[in-house]
T-cell receptor, first 111, second 113 residues
Framework: QKEVEQNSGPLSVPEGAIASLNCTYSDRGSQSFFWYRQYSGKSPELIMFIYSNGDKEDGRFTAQLNKASQYVSLLIRDSQPSDSATYLCAVYSGGYNKLIFGAGTRLAVHP | GAGVSQTPSNKVTEKGKYVELRCDPISGHTALYWYRQSLGQGPEFLIYFQGTGAADDSGLPNDRFFAVRPEGSVSTLKIQRTERGDSAVYLC???????????FGEGSRLTVL
């Protein structure tokens, strides 16, 4: 079992719809959870982080965390073509001092 | 600019050669990470520095890989006797604290022929 699992996609949504990206992780000791966006040919950039169970909203983005289910999600409301990218889920376990990334989900928003 | 700087952006080498990749982190960032990313995959952890010391090098694939950060700022990733399987984008990231909020450089694309 991989430490951080994501559906590779592509996830295709129409412009204006809600995109839902999901991630599961294996280490119950994980403390912090991150979503990075990576445009094709570019490096990852941090868009959201969440530490506590529940929802965290930032503009059109909402991160959701359920530690009991070891599940993290990212919702993108009013999706735009500029949101088309690969979204990387990353999990930080303080005991290991490193951020572990999933393989990413490719999102395609079509006009 | 004030971002993470990596050089070279592209490196093509022959199998068996030695390669050095350089990373200049954001000023003041004490934590520095090296990752490797292959096509269609997420970044794979290689090594983490806190200051000058390697706090975690568990991701280095074998003893052909080595990294240094002698003055707690610039870091160099060194790969000896390169193999075709080493071809990937090598990403460097820095952080004010080792807590997952990483700022990545644009990467060094290594191609081993």
């Amino acid at each position: 079992q991989k430490e951080v699992e994501q559906n590779s996609g592509p996830l295709s949504v129409p412009e204006g719809a809600i995109a839902s990206l999901n991630c599961t992780y294996s280490d119950r000791g994980s403390q912090s959870f991150f979503w990075y966006r990576q445009y094709s040919g570019k490096s990852p950039e941090l868009i959201m982080f969440i530490y506590s169970n529940g929802d965290k909203e930032d503009g059109r983005f909402t991160a959701q965390l359920n530690k009991a289910s070891q599940y993290v999600s990212l919702l993108i409301r009013d999706s735009q073509p500029s949101d088309s990218a690969t979204y990387l889920c990353a999990v930080y376990s303080g005991g290991y001092n490193k951020l572990i990334f999933g393989a990413g989900t490719r999102l395609a928003v079509h006009p | 600019g004030a971002g993470v700087s990596q050089t070279p952006s592209n490196k093509v080498t022959e199998k068996g050669k030695y390669v050095e990749l350089r990373c200049d982190p954001i000023s003041g960032h004490t934590a520095l990470y090296w990752y490797r990313q292959s096509l269609g995959q997420g970044p794979e952890f290689l090594i983490y520095f806190q200051g000058t010391g390697a706090a975690d090098d568990s991701g280095l694939p074998n003893d052909r890989f080595f990294a240094v950060r002698p003055e707690g700022s610039v870091s160099t990733l060194k790969i000896q006797r390169t193999e075709r399987g080493d071809s990937a984008v090598y990403l460097c990231a820095s952080s004010l604290k080792s807590a997952g909020e990483l700022f990545f450089g644009e990467g060094s694309r290594l191609t081993v022929l």
